[in-house]
């Protein structure tokens, strides 16, 4: 084990060796024949492959798909919805611990995240899928089983698009790495701030365990998990900065990244996205102009895990049954698919910042709708 370790990690200093010339010997990793070519460079990339693939076991395999899945857009959406909505409750863990409650737009859990910050996070992840997007059209790179046959791909219905970078690496780096760099997961005393070695452990995880169930199904060359992580660490660390000395201006990549994918490459990610984000802005700006009240409420009791649980749970269905209903009517109108699509992922965001928080408030305070 160790001698076939050490002899890939050879090949790799190997090839970043030989890769000269600039673009041209970089782009030369994507060339069908150089990865499943005798000799190219990347060959080691298939010997990996090729092992990972020998590891495979059933029960194994289930659990890598289950893993990759939280790669995936759709968990970071039900993440950030769950964080929003945590924080709309003003409750300081998950523990069910409960300070007071703010309803002021801005309400937070104590030393946790604001509704501002998870927005902030949001335009972030979201900057992050929309860059994949357009470095992926622009390299269009082949996935390892398209080109090696020897190679079986596995769970390929989360292989929708082009290889470079590894969309779930680089979103999963972003997310993980961004919740590190923001101070949030920082604990504060006398002697200054200190990792929460746990939270530490658990991002580091999560980013491994995603880049590798990538290559374990066969769906990523190494090459693009290993430079969609970089590139989601690079983001992870420079957003929280960016986001707070440039937050005016921060939604400008995003639209320029957007109006490339939609009008350059016609891609109907980059649709939704955008569509998504835009539900979501509105749903924040219309949540927190309800709330300029300012008012705050003492809880009488702390919220038990089990309370927590069943809110969250209510959030999600109330977004899935919306989605599901807006879909159902406007095919029956017989619009276009990809405008279905876009006025459901719209109404998504405006659920998760709006709709859902409404309901939850609500709740609370019968009578009172923001």
């Known amino acids: 084990m160790a001698a076939e370790i050490a002899a890939v990690l050879a090949a790799v200093f190997e090839d970043l060796t030989s890769l000269t010339g600039g673009l041209g010997g970089f782009v030369g990793l994507f060339d069908p024949g150089g990865p499943g070519g005798p000799g190219g460079p990347g060959g080691w990339q298939i010997d990996l492959l090729l092992w ?58 104590d030393g946790g995240f604001s509704r501002q910050d998870i927005m902030a996070l949001m335009n972030l992840v979201v900057l992050s899928v929309l860059l994949n997007i357009v470095i992926k059209q622009v390299i269009a790179a082949p996935r390892p089983f398209e080109v090696v046959q020897a190679l079986e791909g596995l769970w390929v219905f989360t292989a929708g698009s082009a290889s470079f970078p590894s969309g779930h690496a680089q979103t999963a780096a972003t997310f993980w790495v961004a919740l590190l760099s923001s101070g949030k997961f920082f604990e504060t005393g006398r002697q200054g701030g200190s990792w929460r070695p746990g939270r530490l452990g658990t991002s580091l995880l999560m980013v491994a365990l995603i880049s590798i169930s990538r290559l374990y199904l066969g769906v990523h060359w190494p090459q693009d998990v290993l430079a969609g992580a970089a590139l989601g660490t690079i983001l992870g660390f420079s957003g929280p900065v960016l986001s707070k000395n440039f937050n005016r201006w921060s939604l400008i990549p995003i639209l320029a990244l957007a109006a490339t994918g939609i009008f350059v490459y016609q891609d109907d990610g980059a649709v939704q996205l955008i569509c998504l984000l835009a539900g979501a802005v509105f749903g924040h700006w219309k949540s927190s ?44 109108a017989v619009l276009p698919e990809l405008l279905v699509k876009a006025f459901a992922t719209v109404e998504t965001g405006l659920m998760v910042t709006w709709g859902v928080p409404s309901l939850l408030d609500f709740k609370r305070y019968p009578g009172r709708c923001g």
């Open 52 to 109: 990972l693939q020998s590891m495979r076991h059933p029960a194994l395999t289930l659990f890598m798909g289950g893993v990759t899945m939280l790669g995936d857009d759709l968990f970071y959406v039900a993440v950030l919805g769950l964080m929003y909505w945590k924080a709309f409750l003003g409750i300081d863990e998950i523990s069910g611990t409960n300070g007071r409650v703010y309803l002021n737009g801005r309400g937070k859990s």
């Open 289 to 332: 102009r309800g709330e300029r009240s300012q008012r705050s409420v003492n809880s009488d009791r702390d919220p038990s895990v089990a309370a927590l649980a069943l809110t969250f749970a209510f959030g999600l269905v109330a977004i899935a049954g919306a989605y599901l209903a807006t879909t159902w009517l406007l095919t029956l």
